[in-house]
């Protein structure tokens, strides 16, 4: 099992950055193949890919964050992170952070991103 918690949401204006962190319970960067990520859901809207890294180190985006948000990982802190700037009214969602390894999938249970002047 892994237990994924995260961490740094919160009320931003727009224009304004925020840095998520995604810390596992035990260690998860090992030699298999894995992907992380950032997903998130806004009220009445289906959950969505925001950005993944794999463990080869590729990433992809949403395009409606491409150019704004980064995702990054600590492999010794067991760690991803989601750098977000340049945050707009649309962004406003709950972020979830997801482990996939083969069949295993786990969720963190999520941080809320609130983007409101």
């Known amino acids: 099992q892994v237990q994924l918690v995260e961490s740094g949401g919160g009320l931003v204006q727009p224009g304004g950055s925020l840095r998520l962190s995604c810390a596992a319970s035990?260690?998860?960067?090992?030699?298999?193949?894995?992907?992380m990520g950032w997903y998130r859901q806004a009220p009445g809207k289906q959950r969505e890919l925001v950005a993944r890294?794999?463990?080869?180190?590729?990433?992809n985006y949403a395009d409606s964050v491409r150019g704004r948000f980064t995702i990054s990982r600590d492999t010794a802190k067991n760690a991803v992170y989601l750098q977000m700037n340049a945050l707009k009214p649309e962004d406003a969602a709950v972020y979830y952070c997801?482990?996939?390894?083969?069949?295993?999938?786990?969720w963190g249970q999520g941080t809320q991103v609130t983007v409101s002047s």
């Open positions: 035990r260690s998860i960067f090992g030699i298999d193949t894995y992907a």
């Open positions: 890294v794999t463990s080869g180190g590729s990433t």
């Open positions: 997801n482990y996939n390894r083969g069949p295993a999938d786990y």
